[in-house]
Antibody
């Protein structure tokens, strides 16, 4: 079965840093594009970043560009989100998500990780 | 950035009713639109992609239609497990990928 299991997250002060991890199992990780999506408490979904098969191409939402960095380690079947200079409005549940089909870039998300809460507060 | 507007914000219906959810795009997205279902405390689940294709495991009572700027998710006869939040998402023009604000289907 295809799974994404997330770790990291927690409480961090404004200006601090945090690294989220997402470990894949049940499929050939290196064949899939990956994304991060977040959801502020009680709010809707916001796409955060995209990462290509090899990690050579990345895209970010304007709200996080220059502060967040997405990366992957295909040997470890994992994708990461390094978040620096965190702000209160970054408080959200963060999800990693896989592209629906391998190879071709289609940006439909399935499956999703279980989500991890990041709280930015002093 | 393409803005997706979902309506209504809340739909109050009874089990067995038909549900019709709308998603309108600020400009043409062809059929590059998906629908997700989210239940409390769970990640979203892909229901429909390419406007009308059911994802694996999506029951046949769910159907998607539309193209261009106007899209509909229909649930032919609501089951108790269908009461949830629903989001549309476009991929036609990105970055950024964008989601609608969501429609909550609640029990009347």
């Amino acid at each position: 079965q295809e799974h994404l299991v997330q770790s990291g997250g927690g409480l961090v002060e404004p200006g601090g840093s945090l690294r989220l991890s997402c470990a894949a199992s049940g499929f050939r990780f290196g064949d899939y594009h990956m994304s991060w999506i977040r959801q502020a408490p009680g709010k809707g979904l916001e796409w955060v970043s995209y990462l290509s098969l090899t990690g050579a191409t990345t895209y970010y939402a304007a709200s996080v560009r220059g502060r967040f960095t997405v990366s992957r380690d295909n040997a470890q079947n994992s994708v990461y989100l390094q978040m620096n200079n965190l702000r209160a409005d970054d408080t959200a549940v963060y999800y990693c998500a896989r592209a629906l089909y391998s190879g071709v870039l289609q940006n439909w998300f399935h499956p999703w990780g279980q989500g991890t809460l990041v709280t930015v507060s002093s | 950035e393409i803005v997706l507007t979902q309506s209504p914000a809340t739909l109050s219906l009874s089990p067995g009713d038909r549900a019709t959810l709308s998603c309108r795009a600020s400009r043409d997205v062809r059929t590059d639109l998906a629908w997700y279902q989210q239940k409390p405390g769970q990640p979203p689940r892909l229901l429909i992609y390419d406007a009308s294709n059911r994802a694996t495991g999506t029951p046949a009572r769910f159907s998607g239609s539309g193209s261009g700027t106007d899209f509909t998710l229909s649930i032919s006869s609501l089951e108790p497990e269908d009461f949830a939040l629903y989001y549309c998402q476009q991929r036609a023009s990105w970055p950024p990928l964008t989601f609608g604000g969501g429609t909550k289907v609640e029990i009347k």
